[in-house]
């Protein structure tokens, strides 16, 4: 298989495709597009119907934005990490409780 070196790799800095964004931040496609309905996206330009790009200065403005949060951020971002908390402390006092827990479990016999 031939390997084409005029193709970009995703995720350098002249990948402007909304891949190439998302390689560079770490970003999962439903991380991606769940932040426009936060309006915390990047601006997207649109070339024609199946040309998006995302310009230097438009992701430079989305790292400067996601750099410094705002304080109704910080509290969300506060809040939603007590509910996992929350979760996770739950989801062990039942597996505690379980007869399958590995602490109820008897030593085989190896002989």
């Known amino acids: 298989m031939r390997s084409n070196s005029s193709a970009i790799?995703?995720?350098s800095?002249?990948?402007r495709t909304i891949?190439?964004?998302r390689a560079r931040h770490?970003?999962?496609k439903a991380g991606y597009y769940r932040l426009p309905k936060k309006v915390r996206a990047a601006l997207e330009t649109v070339y024609g119907p199946r040309?998006?790009?995302i310009t230097k200065k438009a992701e430079a403005e989305f790292d400067r934005r996601h750099a410094r949060p705002t304080n109704t951020e910080i509290r969300l971002l506060a809040k939603m990490q007590a509910?996992?908390?929350a979760t996770a402390k739950k989801a062990a006092a039942a597996s505690l409780?379980?007869?399958r827990h590995v602490s109820k479990r008897r030593r085989r016999n190896r002989n």
Request: proline share 5%; hydrophobic share 20%.
């Open 9 to 11: 790799e995703p995720g």
């Open 13 to 15: 800095t002249k990948d």
């Open 19 to 21: 891949t190439g964004f």
């Open 26 to 28: 770490t970003m999962s």
């Open 51 to 53: 040309t998006i790009r």
């Open 83 to 85: 509910k996992r908390i």
């Open 97 to 99: 409780k379980s007869e």
